[in-house]
Each structure stands twice: as structure tokens, then as C-alpha cells.
């Protein structure tokens, strides 16, 4: 989840810069028509009510304000310490593909009381996760291991990654053993449905990719490499 400094009117002194209004994940999926996605929120605050905003954007930036998603309700007020409720629901997805996933983004802004003091300087914060929306057409596929179909073509400086699957794949390691690919520096990036991504990168022996899953965990898959081509280990 990623915090963003939105400035309000430009005083002197910063009231309080924590993020009152949590989130309860750090990415959410809507499936198909299904039922709406919940997400729940709460104000931390033991003395303060927010303002919470929420609305739906698309890799651009730019704002979804009907289709295919919505998130209800836009604004909505939470007295200290209460919990609430975000829908996000579909409108008309007819135009998305229907086999492979699209990706968008969900905001929320929380914004604080006006405070009764002078020359103070007030922060919202604003959280912006993931927001992924995956066709009725691969949610069977999608409680399989897919990960494992996964291959990695070996390059002259690295290696390019081909995600084979339907679904937005995120990489946070790459490396020649488990423990450096889930814990060493890494730049992660994320690689589109069917899609290609290339890493420059010492070879390896027998190489390990960790990546993010649905529920925000990090599993790792194994590698067997010949002279190009290193595919996933089938009985990891």
C-alpha cells in the first residue's frame, strides 16, 4: 500500500501526519459478476472524526466514475474509532477482456477535521492499492498453482521473464538461492497478463522467483534450467 502527502491549506506547522483510516488488504479482486467486494476501513483516531473518500482509477490516473467499477460510498464520515465499509461493485464490464485479468486502482483519502488552532498545517493522507477485476472465464484457473507455468528464456545479460498466465504477475525477488530471492534487494515490478520481462542479472545455477499472491503472500518457485529455457519445478 502506498501513502501519498496531499497538502491542505498552507499553514505553518504539520498537525499530525499518521494515517487515521486503515485499510483491511493491500490488494483487492473482483470476480466476475459476483457479489460486490468489500473492503473495510477504520478510523484509529481516539479523538477525531475523518472524512473518508473513496473512488476507482485506471493505470493512467484517470478517474472511473461509472463503469466498469464503482466504489460506494464515494464520501462518508467516521466518528473516532468506528469501522465502516467500502462496495465495489461492477456496472458494465462487457467491454473488458474476458480472458485475462485488467487492473485498476482503488483510492482512499482521509480527510481530518478543520482544526480550531492557528498557523497549523493539516495532512491527508491517501492509500492507493491494487484493484484487479478477473472474468468469470479464469477464476477456474485461478485456484490452481499457475505460478508454475512460469518460465524464465535465459538472455545474454539475464533473463526474460514470461508470465504465460492470465493474471497480473508481481515480482519482488529473483535469485540463485530461496532466502535472497525472498529477502535480498530487489527492484519488484509487475508483468501483464501473457506478458514479457526482462532482468538483468547474473545467471544462475538453479533460479528463484518470489512473487506476491492473492492474499498478499510471498511463495517462491523453483527453476530447472537447460542451455535457454529454465522452467518451474513441477514437484516443488
Request: proline content about 6%.
Amino acid at each position: 500500500m502506498k501513502n501519498k502527502l496531499l497538502l491542505l491549506p498552507l499553514l505553518f506547522i504539520m498537525h499530525n501526519s499518521m494515517a487515521a483510516v486503515s485499510l483491511d488488504r493491500t490488494r483487492a479482486i473482483v470476480e466476475g459478476d459476483s457479489s460486490p467486494v468489500i473492503i473495510n476501513i477504520e478510523n484509529q483516531s481516539d479523538t477525531l472524526p475523518y472524512l473518508a473518500q473513496a473512488w476507482i482509477d485506471d493505470q493512467d490516473g484517470n478517474k472511473i466514475t461509472t463503469s466498469p467499477l464503482i466504489a460506494t460510498p464515494l464520501v462518508q464520515r467516521l466518528e473516532p474509532n468506528i469501522k465502516s465499509m467500502i462496495r465495489i461493485s461492477t456496472t458494465d464490464v462487457s467491454k473488458l477482456p474476458k480472458d485475462r485479468e485488467s487492473i485498476y486502482y482503488f483510492n482512499l483519502r482521509e480527510i481530518p477535521p478543520k482544526s480550531d488552532k492557528p498557523n497549523v498545517m493539516q495532512v491527508a493522507l491517501q492509500s492507493r492499492i491494487k484493484l484487479f477485476y478477473r472474468p468469470d472465464a479464469i477464476l477456474d484457473k485461478a485456484k490452481t498453482n499457475w505460478a508454475l507455468d512460469l518460465e524464465l528464456n535465459i538472455a545474454n545479460d539475464g533473463y526474460v521473464i514470461k508470465n504465460t498466465s492470465p493474471f497480473y504477475l508481481t515480482v519482488i525477488g529473483l535469485a540463485g538461492d530461496k532466502n535472497k530471492s525472498e529477502n535480498g534487494a530487489f527492484d519488484s515490478f509487475m508483468i501483464e497478463p501473457f506478458g514479457n520481462h526482462k532482468v538483468k542479472t547474473t545467471h544462475f545455477q538453479k533460479p528463484y522467483l518470489t512473487y506476491i499472491n492473492d492474499y498478499g503472500g510471498r511463495p517462491t518457485v523453483s527453476f530447472n534450467c537447460n542451455s535457454s529455457v529454465c522452467k518451474a519445478d513441477k514437484q516443488q
